[in-house]
């Protein structure tokens, strides 16, 4: 029982991790493309970016905010997004 409890915890202070770097990938978006937070997040969320930056986490936080900008900008443009 005690084990389910530190997984637990481990996620929690996982997800949390990830929560935050989206929050900052959304910002640096927003400037980097001069739309706003709201449109920049629809924007990541409808195009699959929200969904790359989960499955490749452990990766894409490991690099500069610039490379990771042109990772989700070109994984957006892929599933039909129009921002360059």
Known sequence: MLAYFKTVSI????????VS???AVISNF????????????RYLARYKG???LLE??????????E???SDVALY???NGGALT
């Open 76 to 78: 957006c443009r892929n």
């Open 11 to 18: 996620t929690m202070k996982n997800m949390d991790r990830q």
């Open 50 to 52: 929200i969904d790359f």
């Open 30 to 41: 927003t400037e980097r493309f001069g739309v706003s937070t709201p449109l920049a997040y």
């Open 56 to 65: 490749f986490y452990d990766i894409e936080h490991t690099l500069s905010f």
């Open 67 to 69: 490379n990771v900008m």
């Open 21 to 23: 770097y989206i929050v």
